[in-house]
């Protein structure tokens, strides 16, 4: 059994009453990472993994396009850590999915998860899915065939979670704790990252490398619109040949459909096969609402959106003013 | 011919090389390497070249077959237009540090570029007189199972020279006429940093490829494979397979054999260019037709057609279109597992 | 046709005249060309094949050629507006070049097909290839025996070649039954006026409603009117080209009279691109319906996954 016994008993009571018509979570999946996993019978439950090794792109499962497939109006039940119940906050602002639809499992106590790319770098050396435990400010590796191997938390957490700020799910219909969670230490709050303020050519290399796979807004649990622009072929808004123009064309469309819904979760810097780092792009934005409307996206599931409703206090609004509009 | 080359001449022999040709070389690029021309007064990057280690991230196959490539020009008039051809691609590519595997993804792409209907144009004058030099892996990476699909970490199959790294020199060996030619012509160079292979160097070569071979970290038994997939293809397991999915298209992306593309005009003012890019079947859009219908609209069924296309229809010679490279299972952003769909696709043994 | 070079490189071919074949929110043009640089070298190909056509500056479709090499230096193709390209092209004018390359594809297997009888099954733009087929029939009429067909559209208004199938059948020898859904006009259900002349198929009722020798007209599918007119399948090739639900209807209704797989042939549309087998998207399995198809037996079918998506 890979969850605490509660929680297993939990969730396979949803499933066998009938409650929820699945539940997605993460998962151990192939080599030292998580996958999304949905259960579908009680004994699908086994699957599911809470290790900080298990981290997945969970949410994007509930808006994609088979999601709405699925037999849409019985409840699904969601295994989220606290920043995910952000993302579901914001996707619930956006009525993307419904509070009814939804049967949220938050777990508390979140000390952060593992970025699998940055755990291979240190041992790549690293068959299967290995045992982690936590040790105060270290996490302890147990692979196969090997001695275990301690690595300070934060040359392993993800970049999402050095500078994360909420521990405990921000709502949910039932909560579990997280084994061995402890609050955040100091040391890691200090880690947390400055907003780049890298200028131009920096970011002229980083589009060049683009090969425009558009795993970024595959990734995203935002990007659910069902006709995206950038598919279009009518206009087309991006033309569809690589090169820096495109590139950044492609990205700046992106980010700015993004701009105030984002909630800098970073899967699409997880997503994408050649590194681009994408989340300093989504955390720069998220600055830039906050310090312009004083917006956080996913903190309130009525919350209205700075770049959808108009207020004459705006910072822009006063130009309109005096344009004598 | 056979010839070794101390390390530290690596960057002599490259010089050399990018004097004669249009020399590509595997660098790391801040997104896990790919391949960059090297022009014959650039500085040979010491730390980024990757030579030792595992295979660039990106494959080479971008280099003969570019992500994007013109077409033709075109001239819009009114009512009318006019085209240009544009020049083929003149000059010899020699790809230096190729992967067994990746040289093999050239015969796949041959096949499939060069094939029994049609031949891609800007594809074949790459290719022509193109020289695939390979390096052999001392250390294969996290998800490679070349040796599952008939390739080996020093496989000569696709390649027309292969070097064998000895650790402090690599030993050079050519395999086809084409190789054979390019050797002897960097061997005849006054400045030639090679010497001659000798017993010595021979049998340290056969060691470093016994020892890699039991390095390739994974595995899988395809044998029972192509039985089951001609009974699979109707099974309901493809939608279960797919279900961690997002259909990114990564995968595809990074394989060294995927080679779908489109074709878009690009035009501004009254000129343009009909373009070939990179596509992906893992792509809803990809069969969309403009009256609405879609053949393949879930999935799984995308997802089928890649695993078809890579381990039956795909494959030629006997061997499958997949040569086991491990880019699409270690970049998955969803922990999707090729190797453990294959094991699940034969544990269903093809039910329905 | 000669294939250059570069395979993708389009010759320039004028358009002599446009005609509209039928409205509506998805309108039908036919586009009658001739090679601009060469305008009386002929067009070589086989019914049932493509070619590519380019608005440039805009992109390139892969058509079925709807009027046959008898045609000599003219070739015609019908095009319904559904898209970009399609877009683009109707709003081109009579004088106008475009690009053209091609032909491709297999085309019908003609050549063995001496003697037979012919169902052509075809709804809305899916006649466009049967038409080919037809033209090339009709001017080997001798060749062949008995020619049955069946052509479907929405409503009147959206019924393709409606008046030439007509004139076909009052001049020479060959039987045409053309049907309007009984359900859907373009703006919604159609009411008793629109469907005036078009009587609805009875399906227990003998035949009554031939209108002019050899001209029948009913109100209902095509498969139903297939069932309805129950053609025999003795030395019968039949033919079907339309939408894939009609497709798989009008399969089942010549399956239940009796055809075999071997007689039922169908062209096959997908989304294409390169048109030479080598962008993958058209796959059917491990063949291509830009090279291996359009034309398939029923019996190839069968053999090849996804045909029937
Ligand atoms: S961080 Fe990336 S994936 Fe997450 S919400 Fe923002 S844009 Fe989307
Ligand atoms: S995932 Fe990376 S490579 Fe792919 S489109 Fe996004 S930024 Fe570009
Ligand atoms: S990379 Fe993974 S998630 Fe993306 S399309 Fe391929 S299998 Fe699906
Ligand atoms: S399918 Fe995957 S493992 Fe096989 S060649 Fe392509 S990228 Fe490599
Ligand atoms: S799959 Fe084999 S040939 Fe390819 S990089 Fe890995 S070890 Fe080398
Ligand atoms: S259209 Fe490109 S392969 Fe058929």
């Known amino acids: 059994m ?27 999946g192939c080599g030292p990472r998580g996958t999304a996993h949905l259960a579908r019978t009680p004994e699908a439950v086994d699957r599911f993994e809470l290790s900080p090794l298990a981290c997945a792109n969970v949410l994007v499962h509930l808006t994609s396009e088979e999601a709405r497939r699925d037999d849409a109006r019985r409840p699904v039940a969601v295994l989220a850590r606290p920043c995910e119940t952000r993302m579901l906050n914001q996707l619930l602002s956006e009525r993307a999915i419904e509070r009814d639809e939804l049967h949220v499992v938050g777990l508390g106590g979140c000390r952060g998860v593992i970025d699998s790319r940055k755990l291979r770098e240190r041992l790549p050396e690293l068959r299967g899915f290995p045992e982690v435990r936590e040790e105060g400010d270290t996490f302890v590796i147990e692979g196969e065939g090997m001695e275990p191997v301690s690595v300070p938390r934060n040359e392993l957490l993800l970049d999402r979670c050095s500078g994360c700020d909420i521990s405990e799910p921000l709502f949910h219909d039932h909560t579990f704790p997280l084994a061995d969670a402890a609050p955040t230490s100091a040391a890691e709050a200090e880690c947390a990252p400055e907003p780049s303020d890298e200028g131009w050519d920096y970011w002229a290399d980083q589009f060049e490398r683009c090969i425009r796979c558009y795993a970024c807004r595959d990734a995203c649990p935002l990007c659910y619109c069902e006709d995206c622009v950038l598919d279009r072929l009518r206009p087309m808004w991006v033309p569809r040949s690589v090169s820096l123009k495109n590139n950044t064309a492609y990205q700046l469309i992106r980010v700015l459909h993004l701009s105030g819904r984002c909630t800098a979760c970073g899967e699409c810097e997880q997503a994408c096969p050649v590194d681009l780092p994408l989340l300093t792009l989504a955390r720069k934005m998220e600055q830039e609402m906050r310090e312009l409307y004083g917006a956080r996206s996913g903190f309130d599931p009525e919350g209205r959106h700075p770049m959808s409703v108009f207020d004459p206090n705006d910072p822009e609004g006063t130009d309109f003013e005096e344009q004598g509009r | 011919m056979k010839a070794v080359i101390a390390r530290e001449d690596v960057g002599r022999l490259l010089a050399i090389a990018a004097r004669r040709d249009e020399l590509h070389v595997p660098v790391l690029d801040g997104g896990g390497g790919r391949f960059v021309p090297l022009n014959a007064e650039d500085p040979v990057p010491r730390d980024g070249l990757m030579l030792n280690g595992s295979s660039a991230r990106r494959p080479p196959k971008e280099v003969l077959f570019a992500q994007t490539a013109p077409l033709f020009a075109f001239e819009l008039r009114r009512g009318d237009f006019s085209i240009d051809e544009l020049p083929p691609e003149a000059a010899t590519k020699v790809l230096f540090g190729v992967r067994p595997c990746d040289g093999r993804g050239f015969r796949v792409l041959d096949s499939l570029l060069l094939g029994k209907c049609g031949t891609d144009p800007a594809y074949a004058s790459a290719r022509q007189g193109s020289v695939l030099v390979g390096i052999g892996c001392g250390r294969p990476g996290s998800d490679c199972f070349c040796t599952s699909v008939g390739g080996d970490p020093h496989g000569t199959d696709g390649l027309d020279v292969l070097a064998t790294d000895l650790g402090d020199a690599l030993h050079l060996e050519s395999l086809t006429d084409g190789g054979e030619g390019w050797l002897r012509a960097i061997a005849a160079a006054v400045d030639s940093p090679l010497t001659p292979a000798n017993p010595e160097t021979d049998q340290r070569c056969r060691e470093a490829h016994e020892e890699a071979r039991g390095r390739v970290p994974r595995h899988v038994d395809l044998e029972p494979l192509d039985a089951v997939l001609e009974r699979a293809f109707d099974d309901e397991l493809w939608d279960d397979l797919a279900a961690a999915c997002i259909g990114c298209g990564a995968c595809t992306f990074l394989c060294p054999t995927c080679r779908c593309f489109d074709v878009q005009d690009e035009v501004r003012g009254d000129r343009g ?30 997802w089928r057609n890649r695993f078809y296309d890579k381990f039956r229809w795909g494959a030629h010679d006997g061997q499958p279109a997949c040569v086991g490279c491990g880019r699409c299972i270690t970049h998955c952003p969803s922990g999707v597992d090729l190797i453990d769909l294959v094991e699940r696709v034969v544990e269903s043994g093809g039910a329905a | 046709m000669t294939r250059m070079a570069n395979p993708y490189v389009p010759r320039r071919a004028r358009i002599e005249s446009i005609r509209d ?17 060469e305008p009386t070298a002929p067009f070589d190909f086989l019914p049932g094949q493509c070619v590519e056509l380019s608005v440039i500056g805009v992109g390139e479709i892969f058509l079925s050629i709807a009027s046959a090499a008898e045609d000599g230096d003219r070739l015609e193709l019908s095009v319904m507006r559904v898209g970009r390209v399609t877009s683009a092209l109707h709003a081109l004018e009579e004088g106008e070049i475009v690009g053209l390359r091609g032909p491709y594809g297999n085309g019908f297997p003609v050549a063995g097909w001496h003697g037979s009888n012919f169902v052509l099954i075809g709804g809305g733009i899916g006649q466009a290839p049967l038409r080919s087929l037809l033209h090339h029939v009709l001017a080997h009429r001798d060749d062949y025996g008995r020619i049955q067909v069946f ?159």
């Open chain 1, 2 to 28: 890979s969850v605490p016994a509660a929680l297993d008993r939990h969730l396979r009571d949803l499933l066998s009453s009938g409650q929820v018509r699945c539940v997605l979570g993460p998962a151990a």
């Open chain 3, 21 to 37: 074949e039928c409205g509506g929110p998805r309108p039908v043009r036919t586009f009658r060309l001739a090679w601009a640089d």
């Open chain 3, 151 to 309: 052509h479907g559209a929405r409503s009147p208004e959206a019924m393709i070649y409606r008046d030439e199938l007509e004139a076909q059948a009052a001049s020479t020898d060959l039987d045409v039954y053309l049907t309007i859904d009984w359900k859907m006009g373009d703006d919604g259900p159609l009411d008793e006026d629109a469907r005036e002349g078009w009587p609805r198929v009875a399906l227990d009722d003998p035949v009554t409603t031939e209108v002019a020798p050899g001209q029948f007209r009913f109100t209902g599918f095509v498969p139903q009117v297939v069932d309805a007119v129950s053609p025999s399948c003795g030395d019968t090739i039949a033919v079907t080209c339309g939408p894939p639900v009609m497709i798989g209807l009008a399969v089942q209704s010549l399956e239940r009279l009796g055809f075999r797989p071997e007689q039922i042939y169908t062209t096959l549309e997908r989304r294409m691109k390169c048109g030479i087998g080598l962008c993958g998207r058209c796959n059917l399995g491990p063949q291509f319906v830009c090279t291996d198809g359009p034309v398939f037996s029923q019996q190839q079918l069968l053999a090849l996954p996804e045909a029937f998506a």
């Open chain 2, 273 to 302: 260019l009909r373009v070939r890019v990179w596509d992906s079947c893992m792509f809803r859009e990809y069969t969309q037709e403009a009256g609405g219908h879609n053949p393949r609209p879930r999935r799984g069924m995308r």
